[in-house]
Every structure is written in C-alpha cells, then in structure tokens.
C-alpha cells in the first residue's frame, strides 16, 4: 500500500463511524454548600460520560441533556473530600441533588487546578494554560483582546506594543497552530496584526500548550491554541451585551432556539472606530485626501447548537470579517512622503461538527469545515532617501525633492482555501482512555506580488544587515492536501504513575512525504499536592502559502523548488513540577528543551558584492575620491526555500498564581518569570532568533476594594530583544547600463545633485560589518498598565464602567532606529518608540 493510500485509507475508516439513536433527555440541578455557606466553583462530574457542571457563586449548577438512565456523580472542590452520589435520570424529568461538602486540610486526592477548572492529575499533558475568559475582558492594557491577555503568561511574548503576534518559547508566530470551534485559522488577526479575532465575549474555552502537545495537533513545531466558543443560553429566549469605548464596539446577542428544537443560539459583531474617530482630524489636518477610509475591521460571529436527542449535538459555526483601508496623502501635506495604499482583506469560515456521547463510554466527533482568507492591496509611494537626515528637510515644499524622492510599489492578491473533514473517537475504559482520528485538508492557494522598486532603494535595502529575500515578482497557484491519522492511549500503571503514548502520520502532498510523529507524556503525583509532568515528542510542519502570514518571508513553492524540500522538524522536552501552596495558591515550575531542525530559509547562491575605497586626501563627497568599484565574492539571497537552518530554545519558567478563588474574593492574580535563551544556526554562524529574550517578568493583580469598584494592574518587564547595529557608512554602489544595450550591468559609485544644485555629491548609504547580524540588544522593555471599573445595576440591566491607562508612567520603549547620514558624512540615528501612555474610556452593559 502507498503512502498516499494508508491515510486516505484510514481516514475513510474513521469517518464511517454513524451511530444513530434518539430518545428524550433530563436534567440535574441542585445546590453545594459546606457547614455555613454556598461553594462557588465544585466541579459536578457526570462519570463516564462528557457531561458536568460548575457551580456559580450560590453554589447552584444545572446539568441539561441527560439521557436517561442511572449515573454516579463525583462533586469535587479544593479544600473539601470528594464525594460520589448515585443518581436516576427520567426523561423530559428534572432530578435535583443538594451536596454538603466536608472541609479537610487540603485534601486535594486526584485534583490539581488550572484556571478556575478542575483538572484531573491523570491529565499527563504539559505546558497546558487554560485562560479565563474573563482574564481577557478584564486585564489592563490588553485591550480586552485574547491574544495580548495570553502575553502576559509565562513563555509566551508580543514583538512589539502594536502587534498580537504570539512568540512562545524561542519560535516565531508562523509555528504556533491556532484553532476555534475545531477549525485551523491562518489568519487570527483583525485590523492587520493589531488584535486577535477572538470575542472574549463569547469565548468558553482558551487552552494554550507551550510544548510537547499530544497526537491530536500536527502541523506546527512550536504550540497550539485552541479556542472553543461558548454555546447560547438556553434559559432566557434573548439576552445581550453590548460593551464599547473610544475606539472599538463589541455586541452580543443570545437565547433558547426559536426553531422547535432544543438548542441554543449566540451572535456577535464588532468594529472599530478609527476611521469614524480619527479619520475627520487627519483630514482636517490636511494630511490625506478627503475619499479616503482609515483602517477598519467588523467581523460578525455566530454560532447555533442543536439537541437531537440522546447523546447527539449538532453545533453550525460561522465567521465572517473584513478588514479594510483607503488612504491617499494630501497634495497639500508638509511632509516629502507621499502614500497610496488600498487593501481589503477577508477572514471567513463556516463548519459543521456533530457530536454524539453514548452511554457505554463512547464518543464521537465529526467536524466539516470550510475557511477562506483573502485579500487584494495596492500600494504607491515616493519618500525621502532613508539616509538622509529628515530634519534638515522639514521646511522644504514637497515639490523641490524630487530628486531626494525614492518609489516603491507593489500589488498583490491573495486566496487562500481549505475544506477540511476530520473525525475524533474516544473510548472510555475502566483503566484507559483511548482517543483517535483521521482527517483530510484540501487546500487552494493563490499568491501574486508584481514589485517596482527604485534601484536606489533597492541598494538601500540590501545594505541592511536584516536583509533576507529579494523582491522579485512571484505569481503561483497550487492545490494540495495534508492527510493525517493519530492515535493516543492515556492510562496508569500504578497508583500514582500516569502514561499517555501516541502517534500521528501526516502526510503533506505539497512535498510528497509521510511524517511519522511519536508523542509521549507522563504525570506523577509525588503528594497530594504536589504533581511531578514530563512530555516529549516530534513535530513537523510542512511549507505553505497559507503560512506567509506570520513567516514575513516570501517563498516560491512551485512544485520544481520543493521537490528536495523536507518538513521542518522539531523535537520538544519539558519537565514541570506543580505544587499547592495552600487552597488557592498555586506554584509551577517547567524547563524544556526544543531542538529544531530543516528549518526553511531563502536559498542563497553565490553573487557579487561591490567595493569601493577612499582614495586617501581626497574629499569624501565626490565621486572621484573613491576607486572604481570592484566585485568581491558574496551570498545573493534568493526566494527558493531551502533547508539551511537549525535552532535550539530552552530555559525554565515560574508562574506563581492564585488559582480556585471564590469567585467574591477581594485579591487575585498571577506573578511569571521566565530565563530563556533561543539561538538560529545559519552559515556554520550562530544567530539570535530575533525575539530571544533572556528574562521576562509579569505582575498581574486585580482588587476589589470597595462593593461596586475594583481595581487592576499588569506590570511587564523584558530584556532587550536583538538588534543589529551599524558600524559606519559607505558609498552606495549601482549597476548602470553603459552598452547602450537597456541592461544595468557597470558599478558605479552612486551620485545625485547637492540641494543647491551646484555639485554632484555621492550617495552614501549605512554599512554593518558582515556576517553580524543582530551583534547587540535593545534597551530593556516595561510598562504598567491600570484599569478601574465600576459596577453598577440600573434599567434593568449589569453596568460597567472602566478606565483602562496603557503605559502609566509613559516608558518609552524601543522598537528600533532610523539612521541617516549627516552632512559631515557622520551616522545619526533617530529612536522610534512604542505605545506611549494611551487612556482608553468603556462601558459595558449585560440585560
């Protein structure tokens, strides 16, 4: 057999897998309470079965959809003795259970704590963060975004303040595998980078592995976030939130299916307001053209879940979002540059998962799915040579530059397709937990970029030490599929001792290639409080248009440079340790370890690089003071991707956190170090990955000083990112056609008219020492951010009223420098900065 036709072959098995019975369902409810008072937060577990609930701060829970039958139910809670109740459940019947929990001093038996959710210390899985949503509605500066809330946690870091990118653990954003509702998403972001597509209004489920993740994810080296939007409520026909500030709107709507069926539905739409906010001061300003349109994004989000009877739900998902911009520079603007830029970029997805539980311990999950990104930009524009100093031209009319004045433009389209099926099974036995599934992706791509560029820039460009790909035109379209099948089996050998093997094959069509994937973790209660974790395991990601979007590196995949293209490889060790400090204290401790290999990089080919000398006594300015410009042996950088890189990530991490609060609790929060180091191996060279940080601290805190007030701080701090220096300055060297014959082909020392018109005077542009990319570090990185909310209750509804202060005290942290030549032919440089402090105003309203 192939090694095509084994996956087609086993996915095929796993999706005939129907079982199809109905039958009415029942309900359990009560209520948890100890000696004196209701327990907000105990876990109500239906055993064998996916079915459970949490108490809310009464201490009420309501379990709906039960098939009938008979049932033991676990009720478990940090600081009591678990107990287990039997129960029988009537159809269309509600059965109630009151529980009195006995305290113990820290009896934790099988249970261990992440976010406010129980999890079983059976769970063998490492470097696992399940966020609280409500983190992401609540936490300061973060901008109720989910992606900038997860930054704040240990191992994970933003490129920049104007960026929700996720770099975890020494691997760039294009290796994290992000998923909502059961779906892969190329694209996550909205308003391009700035935020995550994630509702946090409308989010049940955050769950972030930082390393060594099971079976079930492929495709990716570094992480997964999988993301699970909340079904509707069905206790009221309608229900809505509507939350908006200065400078985005966020709605939300909900309720009981009106369709006959037992179910639910739940919608949501936001957008910004940049361009109704600041687009009418730019414009009056007279900085850009009066038809113009600020960036702007809106998605709307839905989601609808039906009941079908025993065991059986049928969830219907779909995203659709836009984000666009329109700005032209003004003609009667001050400034030398001018900008054109048009770009509408679109993120749509629609699936269709059917799940069924049965009640001899078998469940079943069928996900269909269907996701588009696309998108159509222009952008023009002519500004002033980079190495001129912009300071000496602030009073110069625009017109008078033209020769200063350097173009650049592209156009480029985009589509990227996937229809995807894949289906889940997991068995339930008395000692194991077996879990298995097969999938196909069929993918349809479609790239263009078509680039004019000034020579002069261009030189510019490849004078930079970061400089990676050249800017040639690329326009390709390829369909290809990635099959996989996995298996995993989770089970102890002894009392205490947790194993969970497994396995996954993926093969990628765009290569021609199977990948075999062995995964293995473990878990071992040293105490009742105390959990020891180990996880390892390969990984592979294969190449693709789809992941242009985090790699900022433009590849040629057509099928002629890929054939000897092999996937990269990771390999991940993580060793945790967790321990309960008290009830509701937690202390975690990890290191790990990630090797990766066959990274994919712009191939290189032997070229030429110029060189001119100052002819001694001579003055610098002119042309004839430097010798004829000679080829010397280099490196060209190409777009074809080739296997020319290696790397290592390691370090450890602390997260001390308070974890299982009542939910009334005046103080909670977290503190996170993180000691990392990450390193790329490049040209027998060892290079700092471009986001290597050494120390990273976070101090999240939240207080609830007064019955309607509370008040939130995250203080962030982070040693210096790499970043390359210059060493001088150097004359700018160009091809000029000296044949007649159209064809650039003579050096020569670059020269353009003084700004008095009276003399030719070279151009010169910065020189870095070569082969020293990323030779120093930037200046430490902190910020404090604050929030204060209110609440309140009128009208009938929940109000909240919050002011969120990014940057408190103004730091002024470093993105990098602009550096430009001054007239005595000395390097200056200019520092451009961050968010500087930025107060945001909202309201919030639940009826």
């Known amino acids: ?74 009720v478990s809670a940090i600081g009591y003795i678990t107990e287990y109740f039997d129960v029988t459940i009537e159809k269309n019947q509600t059965a109630r259970l009151d529980v009195k929990l006995r305290s113990t001093i820290l009896q934790l ?50 490129p920049n303040d104007f960026s929700s990118q996720l770099i975890v653990r020494g691997s760039g954003p294009d290796q994290n595998l992000i998923i909502i509702d059961g779906v892969e998403i190329f694209n996550p972001y909205r308003l391009y980078g700035a935020i995550s597509m994630f509702n946090p209004s409308t989010v049940s489920d955050v769950n972030l592995i930082t390393g060594a993740f099971p079976a079930v994810y492929g495709d990716r080296l570094s992480a997964v976030l999988d993301v699970e939007n909340r079904e509707g409520t069905v206790s009221t026909p309608l229900k809505g939130m509507i939350n908006a500030s200065i400078i985005d709107a966020n709605l939300v709507f909900e309720g009981r299916n009106p369709f006959g069926i037992d179910g639910s539905w739940l919608f949501s739409s936001r957008r910004t307001y940049y361009d109704l906010v600041l687009e009418p001061f730019v414009k009056s300003a007279g900085l850009v053209e009066e038809n113009v349109s600020f960036p702007n994004f809106y998605d709307i989000q839905g989601k609808l879940t039906f009941r079908l009877g025993r065991g059986h739900k049928i969830f219907l998902t779909g995203i659709l ?58 952008f023009a524009s002519k500004f002033l040579d980079p190495s001129l100093n912009r300071k000496s031209f602030e009073d110069v009319l625009p ?63 490849n004078s930079r030490a970061n400089a990676r790909a050249t800017l040639a035109d690329l326009k390709d379209t390829r369909d290809y599929k990635r099959y996989k099948v996995y298996a995993q089996n989770s ?48 990984f592979y990601q294969s190449p693709g248009y789809e992941k242009l979007r985090d790699q900022n590196v433009l590849f040629d995949l057509n099928p002629a440079l890929t054939e000897q293209l092999e996937a990269e490889k990771s390999i991940h060790y993580v060793l945790g340790l967790e321990h309960w400090l008290s009830a509701e204290w937690n202390l975690r401790f990890e290191s790990y370890y990630k090797d990766f290999r066959n990274l994919i990089v712009a191939h290189k080919v032997p070229g030429s690089k110029f060189f001119s000398e100052l002819i001694p006594g001579r003055d610098p300015k002119y042309a004839n003071a430097w010798t004829p410009p000679v080829a010397l042996i280099g490196d060209s950088v190409t777009q074809v991707p080739a296997n020319a890189s290696y790397g290592e990530a390691y370090g450890f991490e602390i997260l001390l956190q308070k974890k299982n609060r009542e939910m009334d609790a005046k103080l909670n929060g977290w503190v996170s170090y993180s000691f990392a180091f990450a390193n790329r191996y490049e040209d027998g060279q060892i290079i700092p990955f471009r986001f290597d940080q050494r120390h990273t601290l976070n101090i999240v805190a939240n207080y609830k000083f007064a019955e309607k007030w509370d008040v939130g701080m995250r203080w962030q701090y982070g040693s210096g990112f790499p970043i390359s220096l210059p060493e001088g300055i150097k004359p700018r060297i160009l091809l000029t056609d000296t044949n007649g014959d159209n064809i650039p082909e003579t050096p020569v020392v670059a020269t353009r008219k003084s700004f008095d018109r009276k003399t030719e005077e070279v151009i010169f542009d910065v020189a870095y020492t070569e082969n020293e990319r990323f030779n120093s570090r930037k200046s430490p990185y902190h910020r404090l951010d604050v929030r204060v909310t209110y609440y309140t209750r009128f009208w009938n509804a929940d109000w909240s009223f919050y002011l969120d202060v990014i940057n408190a005290y103004n730091r002024s942290n470093l993105v990098g420098y602009d550096y430009y030549i001054n007239e005595n032919l000395t390097l200056g440089r200019e520092a451009n900065y961050m968010f500087p402090i930025l107060p945001t105003f909202g309201v919030s309203v639940n009826f």
């Open 1 to 74: 057999m192939s090694n095509l036709t084994r996956p087609v072959f086993a996915f095929f098995l796993f999706l005939l897998l129907p079982i199809l019975a109905y039958s009415q369902s029942g309900t359990l409810r009560g209520k948890v309470t100890d000696s004196l008072d209701a327990i907000p937060s105990v876990n109500i577990i239906i055993e064998e079965t996916d079915l459970g609930a949490v108490t809310d701060i009464k201490g009420n829970y309501l379990i709906r959809n039960i098939p009938p039958g008979e049932y033991e139910v676990k």
């Open 109 to 158: 038996q099988a249970i261990e704590i992440i976010g406010n959710k129980n999890q079983e210390s059976s769970d063998t899985r490492t470097s696992f963060i399940d966020l609280n949503p409500k983190s992401a509605k609540i936490l300061p500066g973060a901008g109720e975004d989910v992606f900038r809330t997860l930054q704040a946690l240990p191992g994970v870091l933003a």
């Open 321 to 378: 979002s836009r984000d666009a911009v329109d700005v032209i520079s003004a003609k009667t603007r001050k400034t030398p540059d001018s900008v054109a830029v048009q770009n509408v970029t679109r993120n749509n997805v629609l699936s269709l998962s059917w799940r069924y539980a049965s009640r001899n311990k078998f469940i079943n999950r069928l996900y269909v799915s269907y996701y588009e990104n696309g998108g159509v930009a222009e």
């Open 399 to 461: 017109d008078t530059l033209s020769p200063y004045l350097l173009g650049f433009k592209f156009d480029s389209d985009f589509m990227f397709k996937k229809t995807s099926i894949e289906n889940r099974i997991t068995y339930n036995l008395k000692s194991m937990i077996i879990e298995a599934g097969a999938g196909v992706d069929m993918m349809q791509t479609l790239l263009t970029f078509d680039f004019q560029v000034d020579p002069s820039l261009l030189a510019f460009f």
């Open 491 to 538: 089970f102890n050998i002894a009392e205490n001792l947790y194993l969970q093997p497994g396995l996954r094959v993926d093969y990628y069509d765009i290569l021609n290639k199977t990948y075999v994937a062995p995964r293995f973790s473990l878990s071992y209660k040293l105490t009742d409080i105390t959990v020891l974790r180990f996880g390892t395991g390969i």
